[in-house]
């Protein structure tokens, strides 16, 4: 066919895109009128609007966008694209109508909501519409115009804003809605709509419209192939009874092309905002005008826009020669290097260096960050995902996707103006640089958060509006993380059962953020309870997901190692959260924490599944590509009589207790009572028990949570924060040790050597305190408090603390390994909510010696049990420790 046969394609994504012009000119609407706005000139008869409101204009329009998607997502699917985007245009007309007739802010706000109704159907309804019109030679470069339209509304709006009436500007962009409503009246549905609706005579229709095919003769070959496609999709992986496969059920998202499309979509779209370029179109004026920039800030402006409009002609031309991968990287690489730019700059205008010869980096700088977005995750991410989900749960993902991308854009877009404000241009730059190039470090630096904290937010300096924390109140902070956990043990451990280990670790992070930001955003105490608590709710995954993880992904001789490496990040994050609670600011510290969350969710995308997991799942052949990949060996041929012995011992431990017959087999896949009442899971379930009982009764993890605190009591001669930071390293430094020993030395020595420390221990620093009490002079001493809490930890981080979760993921019959693991995480994280709200009243109540030498009795305890009843598992497989277990 020639290039003309592309003509109708081509008319009807400029039909439909014109109301992509009108909601890019919404999208531009904010910079160049946040001046007018917010001065005396103002068109609002209730005068200047503070940051606050602009704030809200800027991010209201992702509120109506997460609406919009889902309104959009279903018309698309019951009416078709058509009709879809012939309604896009209602919303848009009335937004430019309230802008126009707007007395106050609240015809503002409106205006924007309803805007947000388009921009949710746009980047449902006319991605799908243009991919499913278009030949395959020129999917992509159509698929571009989409963001193209709305960089072209951008720019305009950005011209008209210098330089046209604030009132006129409004029915100028209302005519590219009602243009578009027009015009898509005369085009024709999709074929893929027509073929999903069961309509053969409309799809063939359809097809020769937008292929210029007239006469049913001409390329009769071409359509018919087309036609077969197009209900191939429709019938594929269904049964002769298609009517009752035609809704949407969970197995469809589970086959191996949608898990692997719907993780490479939710990733793009995260790093799609939170890469904050989107964000800054909403403020490029006020942008330009805090950087320093020499050239006018509307003006500014418009060089960004068309530069934008330049990248997205460049992204049409090439992504059909160069690719959309090699147009992703370009451009992930591009973005980080220009924030890295644009902040080293800001940094030097902020301590007053001599920049005059550098003005125009700013303009620079901002303009190849949206120049080069525009080549690549800014203009084909929507093309991207349309071509890679598989079609029968296209439209259901889409709109979800649509949806979490409106979703991050409200939570960028209102945070945005708050992160300048907070971080300065620079840091805020730097920041987002770190986005564009890193779980259980973030939930490390929460535990060590609040000892840091406790100072700052008892003190008149408190950042909180209701002022100085009480004690009551400061133990709920410390203890609710504790309850979140709860919650996340039994949330994490069904996910673990159910999608995987590697799954739940993912989702882990997304709390984990969640925690940061209210901590950021704080003004009360009620925001940090609620903090704690979400924060907790990671926690409880953290401490179930990833030892199951990492235990089933560990050869035997390293399996300890790699165990005991949780708490080592965790207690990484303490130390980092100890240093950074004594030398940043309170606001910045939840950023910084942050960056660890989206690590995890990223990094976790590029490591399969725990071979265990899939032979669970009957998935040997999934289980064997895990083996290989994490064994390192890449050639079929490459050690095989290794690989084939893991996979038998797999294949033996999804069967074991099960007999030959295939319904017995599926009635054992259930869990009963007697599985918990063989000799080995009896004896494993109470040892795991004890030990999680004696792991929160010495009280190690409470006192982290009050390191300075505690310091502070005792008298130490160093500064509290100073201590505990000191105490953090050397918990850091245990753990390594742990580490080196644990696959020398054995689970059962390192864990006897621990509970006799930590008694030592707490015999010393209570003995030092009852002396001080009794006014002694204990002025040469004053080095204990440091040392004995310092011994403590180190010695806790080479035993109790550190391979608790290793020992219990390896004593525990695999049948009923999901389920008691939650069943003891709960335990473990109900007895530290009691110790942690109960520490302070303990040491008040009992005063810091007596409270010192309960817990050195407790660990005496501890130790008893350890020595006369763990096994030692050490370079033991599991059906070896089966084997202990039962003798």
Known sequence: MSETDNKFQYLGTFFANLVTISYGASCGWTSPMIPILQSHKTPLRNGPLNDDQISWIGSLICVGAVLGTLIFGWICNKFGRKISIICLSFPQLASWILIFMGTDVNYLYIARFVAGLTAGGVFIAIPLYISEIADTRVRGSLGATVIFAENIGILLMYIAGSYINYYVIPW???????????????????????????????AENSLRYYRRIKT???????????????????TENSSAKSNEDSSLKFSDFTTRHARKAIMIGFVLVLYNQLCGVFAMLNYTATIFEKSGSSLSPSNSAIVVASTQLLGN???????????????????????????????????????????EAFKWVPLASFSFIIFISSIGIGAIVFVVISE???????????????????????????????????????????????????????FGGHCGWLSPSISILKSVDTPLRNGPLTNNEISWIGSLICVGALFGTLIFGWICDKFGRKFAIISM??????????????????????????????????????????SEIAETQIRGALGSTLLFAENFGILL?????????????????SLFSIGALVGMFFVPETPIYYAKCGKFEEAEKSLRFYRGLTSPTSDIKIIQTELDDLFIMKTNNEVQDTDKNKEDLSLKFSDFTTRHARKAIMIGFVLVLYNQFCCVFAMLNYTATIFEKSGSSLSPNNSAIVVAGIQLLGNYCATMTIERLGRKFNMVLSAIGIALGYAA??????????????????????????????????????????????????????????????????????????LPNLIEELEMHGAMYL???VSVLGTIFVMVLQPETKGKSFEDIKKLFEK
Not at 316 to 336: D, H, P, Q, W, Y
């Open 172 to 202: 100028i962009f209302a005519l590219f809605a009602i243009g578009s409503c027009f015009g898509m009246m005369i085009v024709p549905d999709t074929p893929f709509f027509y073929a999903k609706t069961n309509r053969p005579k409309e």
């Open 388 to 442: 890679i989900l598989p079609e029968k749960i296209k439209d259901f993902t889409m709109t979800s996707l649509i949806f979490l991308i409106w979703g991050g854009a409200f939570f960028v877009i209102k945070l945005l103006p708050t992160l300048i404000n907070e971080f300065k241009m620079y840091g805020a730059m730097y920041w987002l640089s770190g986005v564009s190039v890193v779980v259980t470090i973030g």
């Open 216 to 234: 049913h003769d001409n390329d009769m070959e071409i359509i018919q192939e087309e036609l077969s496609a197009l209900f191939s999709f429709k």
């Open 509 to 550: 992070s997304l709390p984990q953020f969640i925690s940061w930001i209210l901590i950021f955003i704080g003004t009360d105490v009620n925001y940090l309870y609620i903090s704690r608590l979400i924060s907790g709710i990671t926690a409880g995954g953290v401490f179930i997901a990833i030892p199951l993880y990492i």
């Open 765 to 838: 620093l209570g003995t030092f305190t009852l002396l001080d009490t009794l006014k002694w002079d204990v002025e040469p001493f004053k080095w204990v408090p440091l040392a004995s809490f310092s011994f403590i930890i180190f010695i806790s981080s080479i035993g109790i603390s550190a391979i608790l979760f290793v020992v219990i993921s390896e004593i525990l019959p695999e049948k009923i390994k999901d389920f008691t693991i939650t069943c003891l995480i709960l335990l473990l994280w109900s007895c530290a909510f009691v110790v942690i709200k109960l």
């Open 855 to 857: 817990l050195s009795g």
């Open 313 to 355: 002609c460049c992204a049409s031309m090439t992504i059909e020669k160069l690719g959309r991968k090699f147009n992703m990287v370009l451009s992930g690489i591009g973005i980080a290097i220009g924030y890295v730019s644009l902040a080293t700059y800001s940094l030097f205008h902020s301590l007053k260096y001599d920049v």
């Open 577 to 593: 959260m100890y240093i950074a609670g004594s030398y940043l600011d309170y606001h910045q510290i939840p950023w910084i924490f």
